[in-house]
């Protein structure tokens, strides 16, 4: 198992064009950000044992305890503006199906960006871009994973105990990246699998919309019924609040 330390992976490893480790950092995604401003390629990997300011959507604070998970970003420079919008649904696929076998029970998604095992959040995503004019100069892809359940995160879920940093960027860089090569809306292949794992499908929310979550749309909207019998209304933004219990 690698520790704080030391890393038994390397950028040539993980198909990376490099890998840069920090042992502490305020946010991964600063970084990352600074990189990619200065000219840095796609696949330029910002790694920390720990984040003393490492936010989620919403600029929402991550709990990033040093070995207690991965604190990562991700510089890609795609040009295909749809594939810029469904790539946050896009990477927890990539998530999902990497993490699996290093988890205690299936995988679920909620839209648009955070990968649960039970009712416990495991991971989340935030892609911030970044344009010129009105082309894409870059993607910053932010990846938080509990190796451990975080002392002030007491609901949050984490791999199995012997699963090691190494473990988890040999089986998910690799997938990530492909992720963000792909281009264009998502395929039905991508739609049925956001379905086979969405733990919001059928749950009755207040927020973004109100109604019943009926599942997503190719291009990442969120599918929600707001009136019985109504075809679904469209959501493309916004923090999900689910509908108190019995309402």
Not at 88 to 96: I, V
Not at 112 to 117: A, E, H, K, S, T
């Amino acid at each position: 198992m690698s520790t704080l330390d030391t890393l038994g992976v390397t950028a040539d490893s993980l198909g990376l064009s490099q890998l840069v480790h920090h042992h502490v950092v305020g946010s991964t995604m600063d970084v990352a950000h600074s990189l990619a401003a200065d000219g840095a390629p796609a696949g330029v990997l910002v790694l920390a044992d720990r984040q003393d300011a490492g936010r989620g959507r919403g600029g929402h604070a991550w709990s990033s305890e040093a070995g207690a998970g991965i604190w990562m970003t991700l510089i890609e420079r795609p040009t295909d503006r749809a594939a810029v919008g469904v790539l946050s649904l896009r990477l927890g696929l990539a998530l999902a199906e990497a993490l699996e076998p290093f988890a205690a029970a299936p995988i679920t998604l909620k839209w648009p960006n955070d990968v649960f095992v039970g009712d416990g959040k495991l991971a989340g995503i935030l892609v911030e871009a970044r344009w010129r004019d009105a082309a894409l100069d870059w993607a910053a892809i932010g990846m938080g994973i509990n190796l451990r359940v975080p002392a002030d995160m007491p609901n949050a879920a984490a791999l199995a105990p012997h699963v090691s940093r190494d473990d988890v960027l040999t089986a998910l860089i690799p997938r990530v990246r492909d992720a963000s090569a792909r281009r264009g809306p998502l395929s039905a292949a991508e739609c049925q699998a956001w379905h086979d794992r969405d733990r919001l499908r059928g749950q009755r929310i207040e927020a973004p919309l109100a109604g019943v979550v009926t599942g997503i749309s190719s291009d990442g909207a969120l599918l929600v019924v707001t009136t019985p019998g109504s075809a679904p209304q469209r959501a493309q933004t916004g923090s999900v609040r689910l509908a108190p219990y019995g309402s």
